[in-house]
Nanobody, 125 residues
Framework: QVQLIESGGGLVQAGGSLRLSCAASGRTFSTYAMGWFRQAPGKEREFVAAISWDRGRTLYADAVKGRFTISRDNAKTTVYLQMNSLKPEDTAAYYC??????????????????WGKGALVTVSS
């Protein structure tokens, strides 16, 4: 069992930066792939980024590539999402996810095992 708690959301102006954190509990954290999704009002939850258990591989959605960076610290059982050059269209609730598998399964929210409750990010223009 893995429990996930997001933090670091807030209000930022366009062009600014935020860093989201996701603290995980559970002894198997270091063997799980971790990632982030987001959901804007009235829209479906969409993939943002994922990282393999050994930090060797990462995936990014085209919309955030070059602006967002995912990382993890297995000793602290925490995964991060550094968001730079934020745009108003990045406004959404951001959800942390965990799954034993890493790969194309991460493009589909329904295929992942564990979820946090979300952190709200608002980017003003």
């Amino acid at each position: 069992q893995v429990q996930l708690i997001e933090s670091g959301g807030g209000l930022v102006q366009a062009g600014g930066s935020l860093r989201l954190s996701c603290a995980a509990s559970g002894r198997t954290f270091s063997t799980y792939a971790m990632g982030w999704f987001r959901q804007a009002p009235g829209k479906e939850r969409e993939f943002v980024a994922a990282i393999s258990w050994d930090r060797g591989r990462t995936l990014y959605a085209d919309a955030v590539k070059g602006r967002f960076t995912i990382s993890r610290d297995n000793a602290k059982t925490t995964v991060y999402l550094q968001m730079n050059s934020l745009k108003p269209e990045d406004t959404a609730a951001y959800y942390c996810a965990a799954d034993p598998s890493y790969g194309t399964n991460w493009y589909s929210a329904s295929s992942l095992d564990y979820w946090g409750k979300g952190a709200l990010v608002t980017v003003s223009s």
